[in-house]
């Protein structure tokens, strides 16, 4: 059974570029979080997504945007990237009040 | 709003030595209580949980935790320390009630 998985695993972007991150739940799972890691720090959550809507949303701009679709899997989209987006992103599954979380993406922004 | 507080951002311990990682919790009800371990360059995988029922909970690797009410707290023990725990170690909390609103509230971790 795979595990959560992200791709791509490291990326490079530029002020102001646009970037799109990728995740496939757990087989079975239908609801997806993500969540920024910043380095050094705990990770802070995004949003959720359930039934490819967005159920929840934490202190984030909206230049974070997401997508689930009907095979369960999500997008996260973040605009005008600002240096300060550098971190790790992490995507998680759930079953029941578990979270199954991914290898993440790492991103950098120059 | 609820919160996590790890005391100590580094714990150094000797191979054999018992391990022992706080975490207080704020929140208005009891929450359920997680925690994670990160390896360098990886995602966070689950230790233990405490939900419901029994305070003292086992986890994988050898670790267990506590829940305390009366102390806010859920630290993370292990009796002997192995090379191998070497890594970032985050308590989690989330609120108790209907499935849907599981957000996750990290603490800022502490590396062992």
């Known amino acids: 059974d795979a595990g959560v998985t992200q791709s791509p695993t490291h990326l490079i972007k530029t002020r102001g570029q646009q970037v799109t991150l990728r995740c496939s739940p757990k087989s079975g799972h239908d609801t997806v979080s993500w969540y920024q890691q910043a380095l050094g720090q705990g990770p802070q959550f995004i949003f959720q997504?359930?039934?490819?809507?967005?159920?929840q949303r934490g202190n984030f701009p909206d230049r974070f945007s997401g997508h689930q679709f009907p095979n369960y899997s999500s997008e996260l989209n973040v605009n005008a990237l600002l240096l300060g987006d550098s971190a790790l992103y992490l995507c998680?599954?759930?079953?029941?009040?578990?979270?199954?979380f991914g290898p993440g993406t790492r991103l950098t922004v120059l | 709003a609820q919160s996590v507080t790890q005391l100590g951002s580094h714990v150094s311990v000797s191979e054999g030595a018992l391990v022992l990682l706080r975490c207080n919790y704020s929140?208005?009800?009891?929450?359920?209580l997680f925690w994670y371990v990160q390896y360098p360059n990886q995602g966070l995988q689950l230790l233990l949980k405490y939900t419901t029922g029994a305070t003292l909970v086992k986890g994988i690797n050898g670790f267990e935790a506590e829940f305390k009410k009366s102390e806010t707290s859920f630290h993370l023990t292990k009796p002997s320390a192995h090379m191998s725990d070497a890594a970032e170690y985050f308590c989690a909390v989330t609120p108790v009630g209907l499935l849907g609103n599981e957000k996750l509230t990290f603490g800022t971790g502490t590396r062992l």
């Open positions: 929140s208005s009800v009891p929450p359920y």
């Open positions: 998680a599954s759930r079953r029941a009040h578990e979270q199954f």
């Open positions: 997504y359930y039934e490819e809507e967005e159920r």
